[in-house]
């Protein structure tokens, strides 16, 4: 079945060192991925998606990597600063109109920063 | 350009009760999806409406349903509440266009079923 799953419940990085956190999904038809982060309180923040027929994208201090082959995803956070610190959920959307407006989350991974 | 706001922000029933919850898209958005977020998951998919109607469905049973009214703010409503029910629910929008990308997500409804 579909599934979307985390490595790593928790990741703990030194302020300033770069911080990767991983994901893997196991629907191969999947073709549209999006990394989320959620902050204490607050709703899922949109921070980079990538289609299916790319490797690799890049944004502001962020990078998502994609894996096909190994149906594996991973985001790469530089020089990672305090704010960061919150939960990081990947996502994946499927085709077909079968899966229209659904987003499948995976568990999470909590991002700890320490000064 | 405002955000997606929902409302109530907290919310305490008891079960058997029914509680509808509300929320406004982001301007300039059409399309509306409701996710529930039990405590330690990820959000879960419930349904989605565009042009005021049902456009996908989670694995949620037909005591959870929605509207969606003509300025594009939806509702989504429980019957019958059962102490599971007890989660975030959280609202997100997305461009015309794009029914299943890009969500931009509201802050949430934290509902306690007693």
């Known amino acids: 079945g579909e599934s979307v799953g985390l490595h790593l419940p928790t990741l703990s990085v030194q302020e300033g060192d770069n911080s990767i956190i991983n994901c893997a999904y196991s629907n191969s038809a999947s073709d549209y991925f999006i990394w989320y982060k959620q902050e204490s309180g607050k709703g899922p923040q949109f921070i980079i998606d990538?289609?299916?027929?790319?490797d690799k994208r890049q944004g502001q201090r962020v990078t998502v990597l994609l894996n096909k082959t190994v149906k594996h995803l991973s985001l790469q956070i530089a020089a990672t600063q305090p704010g960061d610190s919150a939960v990081y959920f990947c996502?994946?959307?499927?085709?077909?109109?079968?899966?229209?407006?659904?987003?499948?989350f995976g568990q999470g991974t909590t991002l700890q920063v320490k000064p | 350009e405002t955000g997606v706001t929902q409302s109530p922000t907290h919310l305490i029933k008891t079960r058997g009760q029914q509680v509808t919850l509300r929320c406004s898209s982001q301007?300039?958005?059409?399309?509306v999806s409701w996710y529930q977020q039990a405590l330690g998951q990820g959000p879960q998919f419930i349904f989605q409406y565009y042009r005021e109607e049902e456009n996908g469905r989670g694995n949620f049973p037909p005591r959870f349903s929605g509207l969606q009214f003509p300025n594009y703010s939806s509702e989504l409503n429980v019957n019958a509440l059962e102490l599971d029910d007890s989660a975030l629910y959280l609202c997100?929008?997305?461009?015309?266009?794009?029914?299943?990308?890009?969500?931009?997500f509201g802050s949430g409804t934290q509902l306690s079923v007693l």
């Open positions: 990538i289609r299916s027929n790319m």
């Open positions: 997100a929008s997305s461009r015309p266009g794009s029914t299943n990308e890009k969500l931009f």
């Open positions: 996502a994946e959307a499927g085709r077909g109109s079968s899966n229209t407006g659904k987003l499948i």
């Open positions: 301007s300039g958005h059409n399309t």
